[in-house]
């Protein structure tokens, strides 16, 4: 087994993942960590954001994490082995106005890891461009795309629910 200090993210989010199911916590991972993953990289996440599938004590998740090594600091769990930290924003796991549709799981090395899919991805990103005019987000979004098999006409639908038709009738032609 691999050290920590060897992980690559994918690698670490797995491990954790894992390491937190076998404590019956099941959790899925959200944010810039998909983004580094379907982007092959291309964009880098040193955090790994997990989204509780159900609510659990606190106390749960600290006891599992310091098994292998992170601590928590404020909001954050953090290892001397790295520097990619753990947080646990507050579900439940959507995107904008809406759960989210799909979750997949990908097998690596170090473990399970239960993601959000491409398209959800695609989604999240283009919440922080549509309501914070982030063009950090829509860049990503597009580096997703590119790397990635993604539902054009679920992230339309979800847009215009989102109330961004127009916003999402601009940037169209980015994403095929």
Not at 5 to 19: P, R
Not at 60 to 71: C, P, S, T, V
Not at 109 to 120: M, P, Q, R
Not at 156 to 161: A, D, G, L, Y
Request: glycine content about 4%; hydrophobic content about 35%; overall charge negative.
């Amino acid at each position: 087994m691999k050290q920590i200090k060897d992980m690559s993210l994918e690698e670490l989010a797995a491990f954790v993942n894992t390491h937190l199911r076998n404590n019956n916590i099941d959790c899925v991972l959200s944010g810039g960590a998909c983004v580094s993953i379907y982007s092959k990289n291309h964009y880098q996440s040193f955090d790994l954001d997990f989204i509780e599938s159900f609510f659990y004590n606190r106390s749960k998740i600290i006891k599992a994490l310091e098994k292998i090594g992170f601590i928590e600091e404020n909001r954050y769990f953090k290892s001397l082995e790295t520097d990619i930290f753990i947080e646990f924003p507050k579900g439940p796991l959507a995107v904008g106005n809406e759960a989210v549709k799909e979750v997949v799981e990908k097998t690596f090395s170090t473990g399970k890891l239960k993601l959000i899919s491409s398209t959800d991805c695609i989604k999240d990103r283009l919440s922080g461009y549509y309501h914070w005019n982030d063009n950090q987000c829509l860049e990503q979004a597009i580096l997703v795309s590119k790397n990635n098999v993604i539902d054009l006409n679920e992230i339309e639908r979800w847009s215009i629910n989102e109330g961004k038709e127009n916003e999402f009738n601009k940037i169209k032609e980015k994403f095929q």
